[in-house]
T-cell receptor, first 117, second 115 residues
């Protein structure tokens, strides 16, 4: 079925290094790709999103790139800080067989990011 | 302004009990989603409301799960005759308009443990 694959499942970096998380999706009709950060005991928080009419979007230390031809998108965090430690989820809106999705998100499996001081 | 709120934050139920989980979306948000998040996994879609209309319930795992949003604002997810496999975090999200590319804002979730 339609899904989103996310890698790596865990990522450990030193403070100041960059972190990259990659996701692939199966539905070529997908056109909205958000990234969420989830801290322990909290709900997912949107950190950045990208729509299919652009290939890259940046917000301070966070950037997302999208390759629609290859059907993959990536999250880049530069100058990582200990407070970036959390679980990160990519997501996409995948249309069902009938072509409607009402905006429901299909999430990747998550990446546990640990930033060591 | 206030975000999405959910109550209770934690619920322990004995197997076979019925539970009701509440979601208060951001005021004025048209769309409301329920997701289920198992331990160590990403959230999975359960059901979707546009105002008071339940337009998609394809993710509900069984007929023991029921959701409503009678006045187009607060929503309740009810689970009847709870089973151990129902243990998970139940997340509610809302978005301002019914658009496929509209940002969804999540609540803190209700952590359900069925013993």
């Amino acid at each position: 079925g339609e899904n989103v694959e996310q890698h790596p499942s865990t990522l450990s970096v030193q403070e100041g290094d960059s972190a990259v998380i990659k996701c692939t999706y199966s539905d070529s009709a997908s056109n909205y790709f958000p990234w969420y950060k989830q801290e322990l005991g909290k709900g997912p928080q949107l950190i950045i999103d990208i729509r299919s009419n652009v290939g890259e979007k940046k917000d301070q230390r966070i950037a997302v790139t999208l390759n629609k031809t290859a059907k993959h998108f990536s999250l880049h965090i530069t100058e990582t800080q200990p407070e970036d430690s959390a679980v990160y989820f990519c997501a996409a809106i995948l249309t069902n067989a009938g072509g409607t999705s009402y905006g429901k998100l299909t999430f990747g499996q998550g990446t546990i990011l640990t930033v060591h001081p | 302004g206030a975000g999405v709120s959910q109550s209770p934050r934690y619920k322990v139920a004995k197997r076979g009990q019925d539970v009701a989980l509440r979601c208060d979306p951001i005021s004025g948000h048209v769309s409301l989603f329920w997701y289920q998040q198992a331990l160590g996994q990403g959230p999975e879609f359960l059901t979707y409301f546009q105002n008071e209309a339940q337009l998609d319930k394809s993710g509900l795992p069984s007929d023991r799960f029921f959701a409503e949003r009678p006045e187009g604002s607060v929503s309740t997810l009810k689970i009847q005759r709870t089973q151990q496999e129902d243990s998970a975090v139940y997340l509610c999200a809302s978005s301002l308009i019914a658009d496929l590319k509209e940002t969804q804002y999540f609540g803190p979730g209700t952590r359900l443990l069925v013993l």
